[in-house]
């Protein structure tokens, strides 16, 4: 099974920047989709944004304009650059990967926002 490792979580102040990494552990096609999902303690998992082979990229409305998302051009990493964080996007990040019934998750990266 594909192994996926996210980098990059910590504690930063409100209105700071983080860059989460996700590396999959073996090669990936062109056609699955990569992204990152997050939970917060006491809430459902939640789509944050999602990048396809083909980069088309898709965020949470909550994130847009604040975050980006993008992919290597052999398709194995993501980045997810997160600017102007708020103490609400406290929460573990867990990076995704599906390709038509496949799926696997990573193990999750906590980022921390202080107000």
């Known amino acids: 099974q594909l192994q996926l490792e996210e980098s990059g979580g910590g504690l930063v102040q409100a209105g700071g920047s983080l860059k989460l990494t996700c590396s999959a552990s073996?090669?990936?096609?062109?056609?699955?989709?990569m992204g990152w999902y997050r939970q917060a303690p006491g809430k459902q998992r939640e789509l944050v944004a999602t990048?396809?082979?083909?980069?088309?990229?898709n965020y949470a409305d909550s994130v847009k304009g604040r975050f980006t998302i993008s992919r290597t051009t052999n398709w194995r990493t993501i980045f997810l650059q997160m600017n102007s964080l708020k103490p609400e996007d406290t929460a573990v990040y867990y990076c995704?990967?599906?390709?038509?019934?496949?799926?696997?998750w990573g193990l999750g990266t906590q980022v921390t926002v202080s107000s």
């Open positions: 073996d090669s990936v096609s062109s056609l699955s989709v």
């Open positions: 995704y990967y599906k390709r038509l019934t496949v799926e696997s």
């Open positions: 990048v396809t082979g083909h980069r088309t990229k």
